[in-house]
């Protein structure tokens, strides 16, 4: 069997939440459960990682509710840092995750392929686009993003609900709230939209 890291960036940095797409559950704050993956074995490891792609919060309604959901741009850049963490876990279950990202079933993806195009767009879903990001001890690390750049894409404020799950996430990082707030205060879709004192009340009440 062979084996991926999968980089997250939004809501999959919380291990819970990344459960749910491996076993098939449901996340707290989403409003639907996950069809699971064909092997629901948990992941072999994981660790923090820095994706140099930019953040940002786009689209308008999900199961988390009204607003954005998270994306990478597709431009690299020394002084990007995106939090994440990554899972090693089967080609196979990547690939079912993929799908249940994408609202659909059977993603097929030719790994190598990837590894040459680093982006590659191949479906039209929200995360249609798989990135290759390097590899970590020996394993290529994947993710993916929207078809579109930032650039292309309108700015929308998260839910705080699906806030909550990422904020979640990056304390699980190392990160204290207040390291939380600066760091979301930063990114496209939050900056402009959301200020200081709400992002702390919405997120810890």
């Known amino acids: 069997m062979n084996y991926v890291w999968y980089a997250s960036y939004g809501s999959n940095m919380n291990q819970d939440r990344f459960s749910c797409y491996i076993e098939g559950k449901q996340a707290e704050g989403s409003s639907e459960p996950e069809r699971g993956c064909r092997n629901c074995d948990p992941p072999l490891a994981d660790q923090p990682v820095n994706i ?14 009204t607003g954005g959901v998270a994306f ?3 431009r690299e850049g020394e002084n990007e840092k995106t939090a994440g963490r990554m899972y090693l ?5 990547f690939m079912d995750v993929a799908s249940q990202e994408n609202g659909i079933d059977g993603l097929e ?3 190598a392929r990837i590894k040459e195009s680093r982006f590659l767009p191949l479906t039209e879903g929200w995360y249609g686009t798989i990135v290759y990001l390097g590899d970590c001890e020996g394993k290529p690390i994947f993710t993916f993003t929207s078809n579109h750049d930032m650039g292309e894409e309108e700015f ?5 609900a699906y806030l909550k799950t990422i904020a979640k996430g990056l304390e699980t990082l190392g990160m204290d709230r207040q390291e939380v707030v600066d760091y979301l205060l930063e990114k496209n879709g939050i900056n ?14």
């Open 52 to 65: 140099q792609y930019p953040l940002y919060f786009s689209k308008q309604e999900s199961k988390w509710g």
């Open 192 to 205: 402009g939209f959301i200020k200081g004192d709400q992002l702390v009340k919405g997120l810890w009440g």
């Open 72 to 74: 990478i741009g597709h």
């Open 89 to 93: 876990i089967s080609e196979e279950q």
């Open 109 to 111: 993806i030719d790994f």
């Open 156 to 160: 929308v404020p998260p839910s705080f």
